[in-house]
Antibody, heavy 115, light 112 residues
């Protein structure tokens, strides 16, 4: 079955960067887009962008340009999202999800930005 | 951006009751290819969201048939015909017709 296994919780300092992983299994990694979504405590969902692992093409929500960088490693079927210049506004749970239907989700990775 | 407005924000229901959630878009979600890319998700407490319905009315595999979706262009509805305890959580509509992909603010379904 399709599974997306995300990396664990992160506690990071303001101004630093963090890289979250999403390891895919149960399907052909290079055949489906991978999307990333942000959820702040008590808030709804916000789309960050997507990457197509087949060729590395990416597209970002303009709001996250310069904040998020999406990459993918085809050899390990793993997608990554790096968040830079972190502030308290970046404290959230980040999900990866497969395809434009978002038909499979990772369990979420919590990022807490605090000094 | 296409703004999705969900109503009501909170819905109280008894087990077995039928309920509906509305999702209205600020722009038509009818794509140039003739499809309408409006989906419904459920996020149970402490869990990741899961896809229930895609392209307005198509039931995702494994989703019970008490869930149904309808609508067109800017007005969409999710109906649950006979709420069960496992249906409690927050329901989101989302659209992928227009970039960026956007979500509604959510409708929390709770037990009365």
């Amino acid at each position: 079955q399709v599974q997306l296994q995300q990396s664990g919780a992160e506690l990071v300092k303001p101004g630093s960067s963090v890289k979250i992983s999403c390891k895919a299994s149960g399907y052909t990694f290079t055949s489906y887009d991978m999307h990333w979504i942000k959820q702040q405590p008590g808030n709804g969902l916000e789309w960050i962008g997507w990457i197509y692992p087949g060729n590395g093409n990416t597209k970002y929500n303009q709001k996250f340009n310069g904040k998020a960088t999406l990459t993918a490693d085809r050899s390990s079927s793993t997608a990554y999202m790096q968040l830079s210049s972190l502030t308290s506004e970046d404290s959230a749970v980040y999900f990866c999800a497969r395809s434009w239907e978002l038909d499979a989700w990772g369990q979420g990775a919590s990022v807490t930005v605090s000094s | 951006d296409a703004v999705l407005t969900q109503t009501p924000p909170t819905l109280s229901a008894t087990i077995g009751q039928s309920v509906s959630i509305s999702c209205r878009s600020s722009q038509s979600l009818l794509d140039g290819d003739g499809n309408t890319y409006l989906n419904w998700l459920l996020q149970r407490p402490g869990q990741s969201p899961q896809l229930l319905i895609y392209s307005v009315s198509n039931l995702e595999s494994g989703v019970p048939h008490r869930f149904s979706g309808s609508g067109s262009e800017t007005d969409f509805t999710l109906k649950i015909s006979g709420v069960e305890a496992e249906d409690l959580g927050v329901y989101y509509c989302m659209q992928t017709t227009h970039a960026p992909l956007t979500f509604g603010a959510g409708t929390k379904l709770e037990l009365k």
